[in-house]
Protein backbone atom coordinates (compact mmCIF):
# COMPACT_ATOMS: atom_id res chain seq x y z
CA UNK A 1 0.00 0.00 0.00
CA UNK A 2 1.71 2.87 -1.01
CA UNK A 3 0.89 6.10 1.33
CA UNK A 4 1.06 10.03 0.40
CA UNK A 5 0.01 13.24 2.47
CA UNK A 6 -0.29 14.89 -0.88
CA UNK A 7 -3.44 14.05 -3.67
CA UNK A 8 -0.86 11.99 -5.79
CA UNK A 9 1.79 9.73 -5.67
CA UNK A 10 4.64 10.52 -7.52
CA UNK A 11 5.25 8.88 -10.62
CA UNK A 12 2.58 7.18 -10.63
CA UNK A 13 -1.08 7.68 -12.15
CA UNK A 14 -4.20 7.77 -10.33
CA UNK A 15 -6.83 5.19 -12.35
CA UNK A 16 -9.68 4.60 -9.71
CA UNK A 17 -11.14 6.42 -6.85
CA UNK A 18 -12.54 4.55 -4.37
CA UNK A 19 -13.85 7.46 -1.79
CA UNK A 20 -12.55 8.03 1.81
CA UNK A 21 -11.29 5.78 4.18
CA UNK A 22 -10.76 6.41 7.72
CA UNK A 23 -9.20 4.45 11.00
CA UNK A 24 -9.25 5.59 14.44
CA UNK A 25 -8.37 4.68 18.02
CA UNK A 26 -9.69 6.05 21.52
CA UNK A 27 -6.44 6.07 24.21
CA UNK A 28 -6.56 6.71 28.12
CA UNK A 29 -3.76 8.39 29.67
CA UNK A 30 -1.83 6.16 31.82
CA UNK A 31 -1.25 6.90 35.39
CA UNK A 32 2.37 6.17 35.62
CA UNK A 33 2.71 8.57 32.25
CA UNK A 34 0.73 11.04 34.29
CA UNK A 35 3.19 11.03 37.36
CA UNK A 36 6.04 11.47 35.02
CA UNK A 37 4.37 14.27 32.77
CA UNK A 38 3.89 16.03 36.01
CA UNK A 39 7.31 15.99 37.11
CA UNK A 40 8.65 17.27 33.12
CA UNK A 41 6.07 20.22 34.06
CA UNK A 42 8.27 21.14 37.04
CA UNK A 43 11.88 20.12 35.60
CA UNK A 44 11.26 21.25 31.99
CA UNK A 45 11.49 18.43 28.88
CA UNK A 46 10.09 16.04 26.71
CA UNK A 47 7.13 14.07 28.17
CA UNK A 48 8.57 11.37 26.50
CA UNK A 49 5.40 8.92 27.72
CA UNK A 50 2.94 10.79 26.01
CA UNK A 51 5.07 11.42 22.55
CA UNK A 52 5.17 7.29 22.52
CA UNK A 53 1.24 7.24 23.48
CA UNK A 54 0.81 9.47 20.63
CA UNK A 55 3.13 7.58 18.09
CA UNK A 56 1.27 4.41 19.08
CA UNK A 57 -2.13 5.70 18.28
CA UNK A 58 -0.95 7.13 15.04
CA UNK A 59 0.31 3.81 14.23
CA UNK A 60 -2.97 1.99 14.77
CA UNK A 61 -4.73 4.40 13.44
CA UNK A 62 -3.24 4.12 9.98
CA UNK A 63 -3.23 0.35 10.35
CA UNK A 64 -7.17 0.19 10.82
CA UNK A 65 -7.33 2.91 7.71
CA UNK A 66 -4.72 0.67 5.43
CA UNK A 67 -6.72 -2.36 6.28
CA UNK A 68 -10.53 -0.56 5.12
CA UNK A 69 -8.46 0.41 1.69
CA UNK A 70 -7.40 -3.12 1.23
CA UNK A 71 -10.99 -4.65 1.94
CA UNK A 72 -12.15 -2.53 -0.88
CA UNK A 73 -9.65 -2.95 -3.33
CA UNK A 74 -7.40 0.24 -3.37
CA UNK A 75 -3.47 -0.01 -3.54
CA UNK A 76 -2.82 3.44 -2.23
CA UNK A 77 -4.37 6.11 -0.01
CA UNK A 78 -3.91 9.92 -0.82
CA UNK A 79 -4.47 13.10 1.15
CA UNK A 80 -3.54 11.55 4.21
CA UNK A 81 -4.77 13.45 7.46
CA UNK A 82 -4.98 13.52 10.99
CA UNK A 83 -6.98 14.83 13.38
CA UNK A 84 -7.70 14.79 17.17
CA UNK A 85 -10.74 14.99 19.54
CA UNK A 86 -11.28 15.02 23.36
CA UNK A 87 -13.90 12.08 24.03
CA UNK A 88 -13.63 11.98 27.77
CA UNK A 89 -11.52 13.46 30.09
CA UNK A 90 -8.21 11.50 30.26
CA UNK A 91 -8.98 10.30 26.78
CA UNK A 92 -8.53 11.61 23.46
CA UNK A 93 -9.52 10.14 19.95
CA UNK A 94 -6.57 9.99 17.20
CA UNK A 95 -8.61 9.83 13.86
CA UNK A 96 -6.62 9.42 10.22
CA UNK A 97 -8.48 10.02 7.00
CA UNK A 98 -7.41 10.05 3.02
CA UNK A 99 -8.75 9.27 -0.04
CA UNK A 100 -8.55 5.55 -0.98
CA UNK A 101 -6.81 4.72 -5.21
CA UNK A 102 -5.69 2.78 -7.59
CA UNK A 103 -2.30 3.80 -9.01
CA UNK A 104 -0.39 2.11 -12.09
Same mark, same amino acid.
Given at each position: ?K??? +???????? +????????? !?????A????????A?????? !????? !??????????????????????????????? +?????????????????????????
Amino acid at each position: MKLSN +IETIPGKN +ITKFYGMVS !GSTVRAKHIGRDLMAGLKNIV !GGELV !GYSELLQESREEAMKRMVAQANEIGANAIVN +IRFSTSSVAQGAAELYCYGTAVTVE
